[in-house]
């Protein structure tokens, strides 16, 4: 019965690992990427933006303060 618990609650977590990882489309870049997204909502438009589009707004953003 352990071995059951255990095994269920490993597949629970792998599944739940990978739930995020799907692939998308940056809308700043323009490429296909997989990993950590931003939804981000400017002038009423949200845009998907990949994590390297993302710090590199946020340099930006910084470089102007």
Same mark, same amino acid.
């Not at 255990?6 to 792998?14: E, G, K």
């Not at 710090?55 to 946020?58: F, R, V």
């Given at each position: 019965?352990?071995? %059951?618990v255990?095994?269920?609650?490993?597949? *629970?977590?792998?599944i739940?690992?990978?739930?995020? @990882?799907?692939?998308?489309?940056?809308d700043?870049?323009?490429e296909? %990427?997989?990993?950590?997204?931003?939804?981000? *909502?400017?002038?009423g438009?949200?845009?998907?933006? @990949?994590?390297d589009?993302y710090?590199?707004?946020?340099d930006?953003?910084?470089?102007?303060?």
């Open positions: 019965m352990k071995k %059951k255990i095994a269920a609650l490993l597949a *629970t977590v792998t739940l690992s990978f739930a995020g @990882c799907g692939k998308f489309t940056c700043m870049c323009g296909e %990427k997989s990993g950590k997204k931003h939804e981000e *909502t400017i002038l438009e949200t845009i998907t933006i @990949c994590d589009c710090k590199d707004l946020e930006l953003a910084n470089s102007l303060k």
